[in-house]
């Protein structure tokens, strides 16, 4: 039994956790205000470096030994698109569990050596992936690796916090029975990806929750968590060697290979025109084109003109049209929708009920000169320049932030200097670019959905 071991599994007295939690606890707090201040310039130029185990685990690292904090971040390829027909709702109730035991240690147990380690551990079921975290103090890393260890290979999934945990997601289920924009957003789904599993509900239905067994999760952790698709970011006071070891403490024994369904390509359904009716004072719109995948020699063209039509908060064309002329709305926005398997770009806004035709019709316009004209040189120049210098606010400000980036870069298949070259990249876009993607999305019908009073009767 390695010391780690013994000192988890042993208790210790309440005098001698009461001091390492108060100690844990004062780290802890010492490095969070070092983690909220503005990221440094070196964030620009920082380090990173491949690191790969003995049982070919490979991670990306950036050392920081700055504040005594490590923040890991990491990815398996399988997601709520994988849960079985009828049992939906399955990624996200297992990915609730992982902290409710694992190994030896139950419910409270497991949550006390957490405390006891100063670590904070999160899971996350989306769409295409399973994303988990934890961040912890540098001198507590063996015990908080001890715990990660035991939560990503041998989770208890005991019947009790099954059954809590599943009762929390249905009492949000049935919350959002009566909430209008949720009924919208499953027919939204439903209208554009048909029977696809991009269409069905990331938490399940009352029915597929009921469903779903102790030995159900078991089997979907076990066909999921293999070391093939699985993305791994570490920022923070840890070395590459020690991270060698740590990375196969933590996955090296997990499968080679998944065992995943495989998931079709889906084309999102354009040219339907879906009317949610709701007596509501406000209008909520959303608009769908086609998208462009983060693979394609386009994507940064696409990336231009969306930041232009609608992707910058407070100087793109929807916003001074819909917003700053006319006051139809708070906020008005266009973004990319990037799954693995589908893509789309989609509009949103609301708007008073009595004024959404107009707003609407404005929408339709300032996409239809965009998709005609594309943007100026002045537009163009002057996004490029904000997305290449907003880049490290946005992505680079904390360990924890840097982490989910490079996570992020290994899914989408970008290479590890793609931060140094990225300027470059957006440079090289020229104005005919983004005038021809513009007019390849947004030529399109896109698919239409009104929640609030019927057009009609607003019209009349």
Request: charged content about 25%; aromatic content about 6%.
């Given at each position: 039994?390695?010391?780690?071991?013994?000192?988890?599994?042993?208790?210790?007295?309440?005098?001698?956790?009461?001091?390492?939690?108060?100690?844990?606890?004062?780290?802890?707090?010492?490095?969070?205000?070092?983690?909220?201040?503005?990221?440094?310039?070196?964030?620009?130029?920082?380090?990173?470096?491949?690191?790969?185990?003995?049982?070919?685990?490979?991670?990306?690292?950036?050392?920081?030994?700055?504040?005594?904090?490590?923040?890991?971040?990491?990815?398996?390829?399988?997601?709520?698109?994988?849960?079985?027909?009828?049992?939906?709702?399955?990624?996200?109730?297992?990915?609730?569990?992982?902290?409710?035991?694992?190994?030896?240690?139950?419910?409270?147990?497991?949550?006390?050596?957490?405390?006891?380690?100063?670590?904070?551990?999160?899971?996350?079921?989306?769409?295409?992936?399973t994303y988990g975290?934890?961040?912890?103090?540098?001198?507590?890393?063996?015990?908080?690796?001890?715990?990660?260890?035991?939560?990503?290979?041998?989770?208890?999934?005991?019947?009790?916090?099954?059954?809590?945990?599943?009762?929390?997601?249905?009492?949000?289920?049935?919350?959002?029975?009566?909430?209008?924009?949720?009924?919208?957003?499953?027919?939204?789904?439903?209208?554009?990806?048909?029977?696809?599993?991009?269409?069905?509900?990331?938490?399940?239905?009352?029915?597929?929750?009921?469903?779903?067994?102790?030995?159900?999760?078991?089997?979907?952790?076990?066909?999921?968590?293999?070391?093939?698709?699985?993305?791994?970011?570490?920022?923070?006071?840890?070395?590459?060697?020690?991270?060698?070891?740590?990375?196969?403490?933590?996955?090296?024994?997990?499968?080679?290979?998944?065992?995943?369904?495989?998931?079709?390509?889906?084309?999102?359904?354009?040219?339907?025109?879906?009317?949610?009716?709701?007596?509501?004072?406000?209008?909520?719109?959303?608009?769908?084109?086609?998208?462009?995948?983060?693979?394609?020699?386009?994507?940064?063209a696409a990336v231009?003109?969306?930041?232009?039509?609608?992707?910058?908060?407070?100087?793109?064309?929807?916003?001074?049209?819909?917003?700053?002329?006319?006051?139809?709305?708070?906020?008005?926005?266009?973004?990319?929708?990037?799954?693995?398997?589908?893509?789309?770009?989609?509009?949103?806004?609301?708007?008073?009920?009595?004024?959404?035709?107009?707003t609407l019709a404005?929408?339709?316009?300032?996409?239809?000169?965009?998709?005609?004209?594309?943007?100026?040189?002045?537009?163009?120049?002057?996004?490029?320049?904000?997305?290449?210098?907003?880049?490290?606010?946005?992505?680079?400000?904390?360990?924890?932030?840097?982490?989910?980036?490079?996570?992020?870069?290994?899914?989408?298949?970008?290479?590890?200097?793609?931060?140094?070259?990225?300027?470059?990249?957006?440079?090289?876009?020229?104005?005919?670019?983004?005038?021809?993607?513009?007019?390849?999305?947004?030529?399109?019908?896109?698919?239409?959905?009104?929640?609030?009073?019927?057009?009609?009767?607003?019209?009349?």
């Amino acid at each position: 039994m390695t010391l780690a071991l013994e000192r988890m599994t042993s208790v210790p007295s309440p005098e001698r956790r009461e001091g390492k939690v108060c100690r844990a606890i004062a780290t802890l707090c010492f490095a969070l205000f070092f983690l909220q201040l503005p990221a440094r310039d070196a964030r620009a130029e920082m380090n990173i470096q491949e690191v790969k185990s003995k049982k070919d685990v490979t991670a990306w690292l950036v050392e920081d030994h700055s504040i005594p904090l490590i923040a890991i971040r990491f990815v398996f390829d399988s997601g709520s698109a994988q849960d079985p027909a009828g049992k939906e709702g399955l990624a996200n109730l297992m990915t609730g569990l992982f902290e409710e035991g694992a190994g030896d240690l139950d419910s409270e147990a497991f949550r006390r050596k957490l405390d006891e380690a100063g670590a904070e551990m999160s899971f996350q079921a989306a769409r295409d992936g399973t994303y988990g975290s934890m961040r912890m103090l540098s001198e507590e890393k063996d015990e908080a690796f001890e715990l990660l260890k035991l939560a990503v290979n041998s989770p208890r999934f005991d019947q009790a916090p099954i059954d809590r945990i599943r009762s929390q997601i249905l009492s949000g289920i049935l919350a959002n029975e009566r909430d209008p924009n949720t009924v919208a957003q499953q027919r939204w789904l439903r209208a554009l990806y048909g029977q696809h599993p991009y269409a069905r509900p990331d938490e399940g239905t009352k029915e597929s929750l009921a469903t779903i067994t102790s030995s159900d999760i078991k089997t979907f952790h076990k066909a999921s968590f293999a070391r093939r698709g699985l993305h791994v970011a570490v920022v923070g006071d840890i070395d590459a060697a020690t991270l060698s070891g740590k990375l196969d403490e933590v996955f090296g024994d997990l499968p080679q290979a998944d065992t995943l369904a495989p998931v079709a390509d889906v084309t999102p359904r354009l040219g339907q025109q879906l009317e949610v009716n709701y007596d509501l004072p406000q209008t909520s719109l959303q608009l769908a084109w086609p998208g462009v995948k983060r693979s394609s020699p386009d994507f940064y063209a696409a990336v231009l003109m969306n930041e232009i039509l609608g992707g910058s908060s407070f100087t793109s064309r929807l916003f001074e049209e819909v917003r700053e002329k006319r006051g139809l709305a708070y906020g008005v926005s266009s973004d990319l929708v990037d799954h693995d398997h589908s893509n789309a770009l989609v509009v949103a806004t609301a708007t008073r009920s009595d004024r959404a035709a107009e707003t609407l019709a404005i929408v339709r316009k300032v996409v239809k000169e965009m998709a005609e004209k594309g943007p100026t040189e002045e537009e163009l120049a002057a996004t490029k320049k904000y997305l290449i210098g907003s880049f490290a606010i946005n992505h680079l400000k904390s360990s924890d932030s840097i982490a989910a980036t490079l996570v992020g870069l290994q899914r989408d298949n970008f290479a590890m200097d793609y931060i140094k070259n990225r300027a470059a990249l957006i440079e090289a876009v020229s104005l005919e670019d983004v005038r021809t993607e513009a007019r390849k999305l947004l030529s399109a019908d896109p698919t239409v959905m009104i929640v609030g009073p019927p057009l009609t009767d607003i019209k009349g």
